[in-house]
């Protein structure tokens, strides 16, 4: 099925342990995003790509970086989590010229 | 203070009414997104507005850009629409269309 496909769903980690979160969307989009979610908060931004090659910062950049190699994949990295990481981590994608979103079904993380 | 502002938090709702969920924005914007999340956490985009109003089944979005004022609508309302309901915006200069999310209205329809 056409879509944003994230990986894994769920995971905990200790701190200073490092992951990496991938998202696949198989429908040629241009952008891409990483986003997380905290109760009380609206989603926000953490990184973004506007393109093979290219990443952009979002507005809570500080902990994690990413890549995108190639155009169907961005991959947010944790190098040292933190309990502040805890989070539902979100993966969408758009067309450039289009409107619409379309979002992975998240990632639970827990940092204990 | 958020740029996109939602009122209610939380809205409950028998089963049949009339439901309706706001969304104002401060500053101007390019566009203004309605979402949709379930319990278990998947988002779905139900709207994009510029402008006027868009419906689609039981839902309709209107936006007032001189207001700065954005509304969801709901008729005949089902348990099955109990969710959070989240309005986004598109604020320009905005490179990558980025959005800028409200907190979210958690709606419950009881039956």
């Known amino acids: 099925n056409a879509g944003v496909t994230q990986t894994p769903k769920f995971r905990v980690l200790k701190t200073g342990q490092s992951m990496t979160l991938l998202c696949a969307q198989d429908?040629?989009?241009?952008?891409m995003y990483w986003y997380r979610q905290d109760p009380g908060m609206g989603l926000r931004l953490i990184h973004y790509?506007?393109?093979?090659?290219?990443?952009a910062k979002g507005e809570v950049p500080d902990g994690y970086n990413v890549s995108r190699l190639k155009k169907q994949n961005f991959l947010l990295g944790l190098e040292s989590a933190a309990p502040s990481q805890t989070s539902v981590y979100f993966c969408?994608?758009?067309?450039?010229?289009?409107?619409?979103?379309?979002f992975g079904s998240g990632t639970r993380l827990t940092v204990v | 203070k958020n740029e996109v502002e939602q009122s209610p938090q939380n809205l409950t709702a028998q089963e049949g009414e009339f439901i309706t969920i706001n969304c104002s924005y401060s500053?101007?914007?390019?566009?203004l997104h309605w979402l949709q999340q379930h319990p278990g956490g998947g988002i779905v985009s139900l709207f994009m507005?510029?402008?006027g109003k868009k419906k689609h089944g039981r839902l309709i979005a209107t936006i007032n850009i001189q207001e700065k004022h954005s509304s969801l609508h709901i008729t005949a309302s089902h348990p099955r629409d109990s969710a959070v309901y989240i309005c986004?915006?598109?604020?320009?200069?905005?490179?990558?269309?980025?959005?800028?999310f409200g907190e979210g209205t958690q709606l419950t329809v009881n039956p």
């Open positions: 500053v101007g914007i390019s566009a």
């Open positions: 986004a915006a598109k604020i320009p200069p905005t490179s990558g269309s980025r959005l800028t």
């Open positions: 790509s506007v393109g093979e090659g290219t990443t």
């Open positions: 507005l510029s402008s």
């Open positions: 969408a994608s758009s067309y450039s010229a289009a409107p619409g979103y379309t």
């Open positions: 429908m040629n989009h241009e952008y």
